[in-house]
């Protein structure tokens, strides 16, 4: 899967839930400048950002990467 489509469904996991970037990085413990990051495709979250992200978008860390990976 080509990161930017990983990039689109981070943020769109985002705004569902309500957040600005600032919101979740402040939840994830991150600069608001990473969360734009990985929304961008520039840089990929590590699996313990993603296990952060996916609590911070009221969702499970599996819920999350089922979204970026559908057929898993």
Not at 13 to 31: H, I, K, N, P, T
């Amino acid at each position: 899967m080509p990161i930017e489509t990983i990039a689109q469904i981070l943020a769109s996991a985002r705004e569902d839930a309500g957040l600005s970037q600032s919101a979740a990085a402040r939840s994830c413990g991150v600069a608001r400048q990473a969360i734009h990051r990985w929304e961008r495709g520039l840089l990929v979250p590590s699996l313990d950002h993603v296990a952060a992200l996916a609590r911070a978008y009221g969702l499970t860390p599996a819920e999350l990467v089922a979204r970026v990976y559908p057929e898993a």
